[in-house]
């Protein structure tokens, strides 16, 4: 949240000083560390007074203002909250208020899900559709709301518009978390307000919903099976909610008139890419739309396999992998859901392909051909292995040479390492993935990010925490030789990853659990997977409470800069023939992977003095490991 204020007084304060849009800006850039877009601190000047004036003239200057609040574990943040209480109950009343400064919008392809705006280039979610969704994410996430769930109701004012402006947009119903009013309703708006808001002070109504708890993050692997089975359990917001629709569309599209058309969902880790796909997959397969879930991990299919489909075979079929599509008939399925699309492979064929099989031909394009609406989710900073090749601009290419229409969404939110935007750009420009190199941590309240002086520091650490009943794995860099034949005859996994008299083993090579330790699929969300060390392709795609991560001495800090080491890495997918340019993007990139799987927190530890010293000076010492007792 940026700001809190009385109605009454932020537009005295508006009218006096005539500053309010600066006084937010100076309150972004020291909260996110950057300044807010020129078009966000216009509507800040013109969108806010109109909201305020309302409040006022309907006699509800008492009411709180709680300016650009963030959503809980997101990065995503509601314009306004009005926080009072309700004229009839008496009881505490949430008014979440998503403000337009549109004159005009109408329906992308006749679907009023998806609005055009003739100054945007790309189609945006429906307003009415964006508010509801901050609602009912807001209620399944702030522990305040959980026994008042009614007390929350949202609004889209348009304050700019009239209704023939944007007739085309009330083809959504409208209810009680999502209705919207323009200019033209000013009268209409007012009215509205005084029924869900008395002129009462609302103070204590904010204090409540600011101390509210926040709920622990659904996480993706625990609700799979009943997203898939029986219903959505995932609330999608703004860019996810259009990458939906958008999707959504060209199936209707693909139905109605044999029309084929490819679609690209884009984002860093914890945007929310395995979140629409099952949330796609699990809508398709309750229709009866052909539809399957592919992607290039093992651990991430797998898990899929026993979560989703643990009683229902016919669930865990849904989930292939990239290679399975090599005979497959042209446009056989709807739609083709491809998660964790950076791991695509330039062809399909390895050593274990029928001679028949083998072929030059793209992966990409066999997985385009597969369906009338193929759909690929991806990362491009998560290519961690040579022959990976999954990138927005490859895909379509690949598109176009079929004369496909490909359309890209790009997801601009992340709902991992809770939610901080701060904290993700801090790992790129750490590893100097994007940014100007290595920045001082300041700390943002979402996340914490601390260091550990040794690796039983570390691992102390997350006992503790393991101890509150939190999640926590411990992964490294592939830094050490991997024992891969384990035989039950074993008293124990052998200790692989051995730092000084520190030793543990790499999680369970293989398919089947042995001496107490999970499957390699399943490391990242068996409770039993903390004893072993993942590396990153056991991590990839999976998320924990809290993250202890090994930097190995294949990435090390030499006075000015990092060092790749292609030496140190034991990573049997890198050859002779992988080239020291690829080898140093795959390392960096490996880190980020790692350094991006905690949800509440992640520990770092680096088997090298300079490196540790270097960490150190980027993460303020109040930051550093705590006693665990």
């Known amino acids: 949240m940026l700001f809190r204020e009385s109605a009454a007084s932020l537009a005295n304060r508006t009218h006096l000083e005539g500053r309010l849009a600066e006084l937010l800006a100076e309150n972004f850039l020291h909260k996110h560390g950057h300044r807010p877009h020129a078009s966000e601190v216009r509507s800040w000047e013109r969108s806010i007074p109109a909201l305020t ?187 996810q909610r259009l990458a939906y629709e958008t999707v959504m569309s060209a199936v209707r599209k693909a139905r109605r008139s044999n029309h084929k058309q490819v679609v690209v969902v884009a984002g860093g880790p914890g945007s929310g890419k395995s979140v629409i796909a099952l949330s796609l997959l699990g809508d398709l397969y309750r229709r009866g739309v052909p ?52 791991r695509l492979r330039r062809t399909s064929a390895n050593r274990y392909t029928k001679a028949a099989l083998r072929t030059s031909r793209p992966q990409v394009a066999e997985l385009i051909d597969a369906a009338r609406v193929p759909v690929f989710l991806l990362d491009q900073h998560q290519v961690v292995r040579p022959g990976e090749m999954g990138t ?89 030789k991997w024992t891969t034949k384990i035989t039950p005859g074993m008293a124990a996994l052998p200790a692989d990853v051995a730092i000084g008299e520190w030793a543990r083993p790499w999680n369970l090579y293989g398919d089947r659990s042995l001496l107490g330790a999970p499957p390699a699929p399943l490391w990242a969300t068996d409770p039993a997977g903390f004893g072993q060390i993942g590396c990153v392709y056991t991590a990839q795609g999976f998320e924990y409470d809290w993250s202890g991560v090994i930097m190995g001495p294949d990435l090390v800090w030499r006075t000015d800069r990092w060092r790749v080491d292609r030496t140190a890495s034991k990573d049997p997918s890198f050859t002779k023939a992988t080239t020291d340019e690829d080898i140093e993007r795959l390392v960096r990139n490996t880190y980020k992977v790692l350094l991006t799987r905690g949800m509440i927190g992640t520990v770092i530890y680096s088997t090298d003095r300079e490196t540790r010293e270097k960490l150190r000076a980027l993460i303020p010492p109040a930051a550093d490991v705590p006693n665990p007792e």
């Open 53 to 239: 004036h309302a409040l006022v003239e309907a006699g509800l200057g008492e009411v709180e203002m709680l300016l650009e609040y963030g959503l809980p574990l997101t990065s995503k943040r509601a314009d306004v909250i009005l926080a009072g209480v309700h004229p009839a109950g008496g009881g505490p009343s949430y008014v979440v208020v998503e403000l337009k400064q549109w004159s005009s919008a109408y329906p992308e392809d006749g679907d009023p899900l998806r609005c055009r705006i003739d100054a945007y280039p790309a189609p945006v979610l429906n307003p009415i559709e964006q508010v509801r969704g901050y609602c009912d994410y807001l209620v399944s996430f702030n522990g305040a709301l959980e026994q008042a769930p009614e007390s929350v109701a949202g609004v889209a004012y348009l304050h700019n518009a009239t209704e023939f402006g944007v007739a085309g947009l009330r083809g959504v119903a409208e209810d009680h978390r999502g209705r919207m009013f323009t200019g033209e309703q000013r009268g209409a708006f007012l009215n509205y307000l005084r029924s869900v808001l008395a002129p009462k002070p609302g103070a204590h109504a904010a204090d409540a919903l600011l101390q509210g708890k926040v709920r622990p993050s659904r996480q993706l692997m625990a609700v799979a099976a009943e997203e898939v089975r029986n219903r959505e359990q995932f609330v999608l917001l703004d860019e």
């Open 291 to 342: 539809a399957l879930h592919a992607t290039g991990s093992q651990s991430f299919t797998k898990t899929m396999r026993r979560v989703a489909g643990a009683r229902k075979p016919e669930v865990q079929r849904l989930f292939r992998y990239f290679n399975s599509f090599m005979e497959s008939e042209p446009n056989d399925l709807d739609v083709l859901v491809c998660d964790e699309a950076h």
């Open 392 to 480: 927005v601009e490859q895909i379509r290419q690949a598109a176009a040479e079929q004369g496909l229409e490909c359309t890209v969404v790009e997801l601009d939110s992340q709902f991992r390492c809770g939610g901080s935007d701060a904290y993700l750009r801090w790992v790129t420009s750490l590893l100097g993935l994007e940014g100007d190199g290595p920045t001082v941590w300041e700390p943002d309240g979402k996340v914490r990010l601390l260091t550990a002086d040794s690796p039983q520091e570390m691992e102390d650490f997350l006992t503790a925490r393991r101890a509150q009943d939190f999640g926590a794995r411990m992964s490294a860099g592939y830094c050490w």
